[in-house]
């Protein structure tokens, strides 16, 4: 059971623009950053999202990020197949003092 | 740049220690400013937080597994180290180092480790 909640799936067609949501509460998300990360199989997770909206260098501006009170979102426009992957989302937890994370939302581009 | 190498056995007995090394380049381990830190994945309990450590010796693990669980730092060969005692199936996962430079996470490839007889 994850301390954030994702949905565990969303899809899309090339081209169209899909939102992925990460929901928390006041100790996780509702005070601390948020970072969305995308998982390929096999491999480790990167990076898309710092900071809530912020992008690493070498990510498209494809991807963006918001945060608002407990929830947070990462949109992706002009989907790709190349972008069919698993991303989770996480964030710093103040009464656990440490990482937490999402479940994962498996999208598919169909 | 920095980056982070993972080693260690890929297989482990039941009840013995998990002992992982991350190997760190472009970065020193004696920094004041950054974390380091591990973090898992299992098919059935996705990514988690094992816990940290600062050069200053501020740390912090995960409750649910703080009892069985030391991270250190060995300087000399600027690596981090994690030990996970007691190991059950349910620790079977890729364990992977972290750690983040200027708010963005560095995480190694992973390294896979099984609990198993």
């Known amino acids: 059971q994850s301390v954030l909640t994702q949905p565990p799936s969303a899809s899309g067609t090339p081209g169209q623009r899909v939102t992925l949501s990460c929901s928390g509460s006041?100790?996780?998300?509702?005070?601390?950053?948020v970072l969305w990360y995308q998982q390929l199989p096999g491999t480790a997770p990167k990076v898309l999202m710092y900071r809530s909206d912020q992008r690493p260098s070498g990510v498209p501006d494809r991807f963006s990020g918001s945060k608002s009170g407990t929830s947070a979102s990462l949109a992706i426009s002009g989907l790709r197949s190349e972008d069919e992957a698993e991303y989770y989302c996480?964030?710093?937890?103040?009464?656990?003092?440490?990482?937490?994370f999402g479940g994962g939302t498996k999208l598919t581009v169909l | 740049q920095v980056q982070l190498q993972e080693s260690g056995p890929g297989l482990v007995r039941p009840s013995e220690t998990l002992s992982l090394t991350c190997t760190v380049s472009g970065a020193s381990v004696s920094s004041g400013s950054h974390y380091w830190s591990w973090i898992r994945q299992s098919p059935g309990k996705g990514l988690e937080w094992i816990g940290y450590?600062?050069?200053?010796?501020?740390?912090n693990y995960n409750p649910s597994l703080k009892s069985r669980v030391t991270i250190s730092l060995d300087t000399s060969k600027n690596q981090f180290s994690l030990m996970l005692s007691s190991v059950t199936a349910a620790d079977t996962a890729i364990y992977y180092c972290?750690?983040?430079?200027?708010?963005?996470?560095?995480w190694g490839q992973g390294t896979t480790v099984a609990v198993s007889s």
């Open positions: 996480a964030s710093w937890d103040d009464s656990l003092r440490g990482r937490v």
């Open positions: 450590l600062f050069y200053s010796g501020n740390s």
């Open positions: 972290v750690t983040a430079i200027d708010g963005v996470d560095v």
């Open positions: 006041s100790s996780n998300i509702g005070s601390n950053h």
